[in-house]
């Protein structure tokens, strides 16, 4: 079966464009992550999707950041007026529900000049 | 606050030696703990998992890993690591939350020599 998708695969933007970024999850999956992973870091939470749930946007570092999700279906992160720090790899994950094994997608590999 | 720490950052090893890659966590609250595997180029990939029941853990690819909750530790091993091998290992803990985002270490690379 067809795992986890995100596009673009990269990125390439200046300094203050807006980016967007989508993920499909597992089908069926009801939770879906977003985790970003800068250059020789581990991976950071952003932000969980679970059902019709409100989003936990807790890992979210500013208000520049934001995502969407429409149902339990695709997701979209949203980074507006990029700067050079946000360039990393964006992964999305989904699982089954809360607490159950998460399993990542390829990543976006997004850089701003 | 739950963290995790690996100490390796970079770990070199010749081909058909063990290897132990570390992982240290630290939790007020009972945990479940993870391992992912990140080849060259590639995502995430889920080696093994701990939620409960017998400490020892076997993965894929022959890894496997111990829980050990005196230690808080959740190290990986291998008995004899072939070139493939190479990538890089994070450990990985699940928040307390209801929500069980994960909370990764930085990583470790382990580089598998001929």
């Known amino acids: 079966g067809a795992g986890v998708s995100q596009s673009p695969s990269n990125k390439v933007t200046e300094k203050g464009k807006d980016v967007e970024l989508r993920c499909d999850p597992i089908s069926g999956h009801t939770a879906l992550y977003w985790y970003r992973q800068r250059l020789g870091q581990g991976l950071e939470f952003l932000i969980y999707?679970?059902?019709?749930?409100?989003?936990?946007k807790s890992g979210l570092p500013s208000d520049r950041f934001s995502a969407e999700r429409t149902g339990e279906s695709v997701s979209t992160l949203t980074i507006q007026r990029t700067q050079q720090e946000d360039s990393a790899v964006y992964l999305c994950a989904s699982s089954p529900g809360a607490r159950q094994t998460q399993y990542f997608g390829p990543g976006t590999r997004l850089l701003v000049l | 606050a739950q963290s995790v720490t690996q100490l390796d950052s970079q770990v070199p090893v010749f081909e058909e030696a063990p290897v132990e890659l570390r992982c240290n966590y630290s939790s007020s609250v009972s945990v479940y703990l993870f391992w992912y595997v990140q080849y060259p180029n590639q995502g995430l990939q889920l080696l093994l998992k701990?939620?409960?029941?017998?400490?020892l853990v076997k993965g894929i690819n022959g890894f496997e890993a111990e829980f050990n909750k005196s230690q808080t530790s959740f190290h990986l091993r291998k008995p004899s690591v072939h070139i493939s091998d190479t990538a890089e290992y994070f450990c990985?803990?699940?928040?307390?939350?209801?929500?069980?985002?994960?909370?990764f270490g930085k990583g470790t690379k382990l580089s598998v020599k001929p």
């Open positions: 999707f679970q059902g019709n749930s409100a989003p936990d």
């Open positions: 990985a803990v699940s928040s307390g939350g209801s929500q069980g985002n994960l909370i």
């Open positions: 701990y939620l409960s029941g017998s400490t």
